[in-house]
Nanobody, 115 residues
Framework: QVQLVESGGGLVQPGGSLRLSCVAS????????RGWYRQAPGKQRELIAS???????MYAASVKGRFTISRDSAKNTVYLQMNSLKPEDTAGYYC?????????WGQGTQVTVSS
């Protein structure tokens, strides 16, 4: 059983930055890819960034150049550095495995970008 706990969200002004963290506990192979997903009100959850066990990263077009995903495998933790935040980045942010989000979803962390 894998548990995911996200943190680091909050209220930030447009142009600001936040760093999200996601700690995974339980049985996880170090070769498992990890991803960050987000869900805005009234929209489906979408994958916005992923990182493989070898460190290869992928970003959705909407966040490319502004967000950076990284991982600390020893700590079973994945991070999302978010810069130049925009109001359209407002959403609940979740982490899970990649390419298949097979773990139970955590509670997520809310990011609100507003002046």
């Amino acid at each position: 059983q894998v548990q995911l706990v996200e943190s680091g969200g909050g209220l930030v002004q447009p142009g600001g930055s936040l760093r999200l963290s996601c700690v995974a506990s339980g049985s996880i192979f170090s070769a498992t890819g990890r991803g960050w997903y987000r869900q805005a009100p009234g929209k489906q959850r979408e994958l916005i960034a992923s990182i493989t066990s070898s460190g290869a990263t992928m970003y959705a077009a909407s966040v490319k150049g502004r967000f950076t995903i990284s991982r600390d495998s020893a700590k079973n933790t994945v991070y999302l550095q978010m810069n130049s935040l925009k109001p359209e980045d407002t959403a609940g942010y979740y982490c899970n495995m990649y390419p298949t989000a097979w773990a139970s979803w955590g509670q997520g962390t809310q990011v609100t970008v507003s002046s």
